[in-house]
């Protein structure tokens, strides 16, 4: 019977040998002083589909510039004055405190805050602030087409562009396909820095000739053709209209409503400490 029980003993041991293993320790590939880097550090550090020789090239690279760090940071901690180290430390609790304070908020007031914001609402701050609105460049209406010289369609296309009903902007935009580039949305104002984005021949030196209030011009360039209509100019410094701003203040009124939020809720955490007794000034 005692060498029945010892077998058995024997056979635990070998077969849950496993159970009894030291973890498995992470592979470094480099150390400085006591600090390792490990393969683990550097898994998702060459993209996908990367060459060999690529991939060597930056992890090499990594590596090289860990160790560097490193070893700046162990000599600066040797040769750093006392006093500058611990103004760096005061400075280093505070931004940890700023960072955890600010992401805290920032989930509370994502949780609470009211981003819905009305039309009259819009209106409203419009006009309590507009004197303060002037658009620091021209504002423009335009619209514009830009195709290749030898579109065969190109006559029926400047027909439509310039009667430009709703039936002829539908047309055109069923032949967009076959335009360079296109803007058919002439209501809405555009900053004249986007028109020489959009229209390279215009710039800051020439849209005198070509940027003016019911201007209706064709341009030609190497090889395609420009057609443009400019409904109205807005100058600078002009008070901006509200649909240019609209984007605008309502941001304006969501960023009010977390700054008031956030005070809010500042106000009552410190409250709350002060009730469970958790802060209180000694006098």
């Given at each position: 019977?005692?060498?029945?029980?010892?077998?058995?003993?024997?056979?635990?041991?070998?077969t849950s040998?496993d159970?009894f293993?030291?973890p498995?320790?992470?592979?470094?590939i480099?150390?400085?002083?006591?600090n390792?880097?490990?393969?683990?550090?550097?898994?998702?550090?060459?993209?996908?589909?990367?060459?060999?020789?690529?991939?060597?090239?930056i992890?090499?690279?990594?590596?090289?510039?860990?160790?560097?760090k490193?070893l700046?940071?162990?000599?600066?901690?040797?040769?750093?004055g006392k006093?500058q180290?611990?103004e760096?430390?005061v400075?280093?609790?505070?931004?940890?405190?700023?960072?955890y304070?600010?992401a805290?908020?920032e989930n509370?007031?994502i949780?609470?805050i009211?981003?819905?914001v009305?039309?009259?609402?819009?209106?409203?701050?419009?006009?309590?602030?507009?004197?303060?609105?002037?658009?620091?460049?021209?504002?423009?209406?335009?619209?514009?087409?830009n195709l290749?010289?030898?579109?065969?369609?190109f006559a029926?296309?400047k027909?439509k562009?310039?009667s430009?009903?709703?039936k002829?902007?539908?047309?055109?935009e069923?032949?967009?396909?076959q335009?360079k580039?296109?803007?058919?949305?002439d209501?809405?104002?555009?900053?004249?820095?986007?028109?020489?984005?959009?229209?390279?021949?215009?710039n800051i030196?020439?849209?005198?000739?070509?940027?003016?209030s019911?201007?209706n011009f064709?341009?030609?360039?190497?090889?395609t053709?420009w057609?443009?209509?400019?409904n109205?100019?807005?100058p600078k410094n002009?008070?901006?209209?509200?649909?240019?701003?609209?984007?605008t203040i309502?941001?304006?009124?969501?960023?009010?409503?977390?700054?008031?939020?956030?005070?809010?809720?500042?106000?009552?955490?410190t409250n709350?400490?002060?009730?469970?007794?958790?802060?209180?000034?000694y006098?």
């Open positions: 019977m005692k060498y029945c029980f010892q077998i058995l003993i024997l056979l635990l041991m070998v040998c159970y293993k030291a498995r320790k992470p592979k470094a480099a150390r400085v002083g006591e390792y880097l490990f393969e683990a550090d550097i898994l998702d550090l060459v993209p996908k589909g990367t060459s060999k020789q690529d991939s060597i090239a992890v090499k690279s990594f590596i090289g510039q860990w160790a560097t490193k700046l940071f162990e000599a600066a901690e040797k040769n750093i006093s180290l611990d760096f430390n400075l280093i609790e505070q931004y940890k405190v700023d960072l304070t600010k805290y908020l509370l007031v949780r609470q009211d981003t819905l009305t039309e009259d609402q819009i209106v409203d701050y419009y006009n309590k602030n507009k004197q303060y609105f002037k658009n620091s460049d021209e504002l423009v209406k335009l619209r514009y087409v290749v010289k030898e579109n065969p369609k029926k296309v027909s562009f310039s430009f009903t709703k002829d902007k539908k047309e055109l069923q032949l967009a396909v335009f580039s296109y803007a058919f949305n209501s809405i104002w555009v900053d004249i820095n986007q028109v020489y984005e959009k229209i390279p021949f215009i030196e020439n849209k005198q000739k070509y940027i003016s019911g201007m064709q341009y030609p360039d190497s090889s053709v057609l443009v209509k400019v109205k100019v807005l002009s008070a901006t209209p509200l649909e240019f701003l609209r984007p309502k941001q304006i009124i969501i960023n009010n409503r977390k700054l008031k939020l956030i005070n809010t809720l500042e106000k009552e955490i709350d400490a002060i009730k469970d007794n958790k802060y209180e000034i006098k």
